[in-house]
């Protein structure tokens, strides 16, 4: 079993505590005379505040294996900050729904709202400076949503974007190429079109991976048969070139990678192998994250979970109750101690940043999960890291889920307290 930490806990019944027990019981044996005696040992007693902030979780496997238990000076390598360590700074206030956030050469972010928009926000001092707007169909979960740098850019200087449409009367999603000149949205080409659109479930998250191509997390719209119809490209992943072209190792010859998905919203590569990771929102039961493999078909709506046998590609980790996971980045820098090599996303439903520590170097499982911030900020849909490990997170309070204050939608600086002095 694994700890899940609560929010400025640190990790209970992690290693530290295991050699503690260790010490102590060889103790009580020698004080004892026991040494030879085949008695078990008593249950493990943990004071109130640990009981109070802790609780068991299970892999889609079964119960995750406990961290193997090792000397102090590891255990010391390897205790991750806590919220309690951590500040949290307003950016940037007034925002309606900010669904991506990429850094610019500059250091800026580049943003997109759900309503058309396009921002530059300077840093640190966080001020709006308005890019562009598009026309774009924003009901329900429709509108502007991701989108991705070219990876040569400023000398390409084009971004990536999927967006809703009318097409013909009815929403319709489309992966374009816009230029950018400064704080100019210029030139639209559109690459991909007619990718079926809803009021629900539309994804969508963009990136280009460490393969050159531009992936995209498409929902199901609410149709959840269209997840199952390779012909759509609804309830997909999909991996294209800069013109829009299927890559041309896609198992199928199209432009899908894998299939059977629900809704997808947040995409993230592997530092070391460059898969790819997705989160993803199940019904009422069993959100997850799923390792991407090629062709390999994710069961919705077949079925809500698997356990990896069968036609069926089983996650690595769930939740239920669900939690709305959103977007998600792994975190490569030192800044933050203890946190290098961890997946971090946010989270609308439960309104919190976690960070899982993988069980191993492929991210094959889950051995901790630590929960911040959690309700402090309301509904969190978007996340950026900068080269240093400096956090931004976006709030997501007006998408008519939220409780909006007068300063949503806003952007969020994270960084530890110690790095401010």
């Not at 400025?8 to 004892?32: C, E, K, N, S």
């Not at 255990?75 to 951590?86: K, P």
């Not at 094959?364 to 309700?375: A, C, K, P, W």
């Amino acid at each position: 079993m694994f700890q899940k930490m609560k929010p400025l806990a640190r990790y209970a019944a992690g290693p530290t505590r295991l050699l503690r027990l260790g010490i102590g019981l060889v103790m009580l044996l020698l004080a004892l005379g026991l040494a030879g005696c085949q008695e078990q040992e008593s249950p493990t007693t943990v004071s109130s505040e640990t009981a109070a902030t802790s609780e068991t979780a299970a892999t889609s496997e079964g119960a995750a294996p406990e961290p193997t238990p090792g000397g102090s000076e590891d255990t010391a390598a390897r205790e991750a900050a806590a919220e309690d360590d951590l500040m949290v700074e307003t950016v940037t206030t007034g925002l309606n729904v900010p669904w991506e956030m990429r850094f610019l050469p500059s250091g800026d972010l580049l943003v997109t709202e759900r309503t058309g928009r396009f921002l530059r926000i300077t840093l640190p001092e966080g001020k709006p400076v308005p890019v562009g707007q598009i026309e774009v169909v924003a009901v329900g979960e429709s509108g502007l949503l991701g989108f991705d740098l070219d990876p040569q850019f400023p000398e390409s200087p084009y971004i990536y974007v999927v967006y809703t449409y009318s097409h013909r009367g009815s929403p319709a999603n489309r992966l374009s190429r816009f230029t950018l000149d400064g704080d100019s949205l210029g030139e639209e080409k559109v690459l991909l079109d007619g990718i079926p659109a809803g009021r629900i479930h539309d994804g969508s998250r963009v990136a280009f991976g460490p393969d050159g191509y531009l992936w995209m997390t498409m929902g199901e719209t609410g149709r959840s048969t269209l997840a199952q119809d390779r012909d759509s490209l609804a309830g997909k992943v999909l991996r294209v070139d800069t013109e829009g072209r299927p890559a041309p190792d896609n198992p199928f010859g199209t432009s899908v990678f894998t299939w059977g998905h629900r809704n997808p919203q947040g995409l993230a590569f592997h530092p070391q192998t460059g898969q790819a990771f997705v989160t993803e929102h199940g019904p009422s039961e069993n959100d997850e994250i799923n390792a991407l493999v090629a062709g390999e078909n994710y069961g919705w709506p077949v079925v809500t979970r698997v356990d990896g046998a069968g036609e069926f590609h089983g996650p690595i980790y769930t939740w239920t109750p669900t939690i709305a996971p959103a977007d998600a980045s792994f975190y490569t820098a030192g800044l933050i101690p203890g946190w290098q090599g961890s997946f971090l996303f946010v989270t609308l439903k439960e309104q919190d940043l976690r960070r899982l520590e993988p069980t191993d170097e492929q991210f094959t499982g889950v051995s901790e999960e630590q929960i911040l911030f959690d309700g402090a900020f309301g509904r969190l849909r978007a996340l950026a890291i900068d080269d240093q490990g400096t956090i931004y997170l976006g709030t997501s309070n007006r998408d008519g889920r939220g409780n909006p204050t007068a300063e949503d939608d806003r952007i969020l600086r994270v960084r530890p307290k110690q790095a401010a002095k």
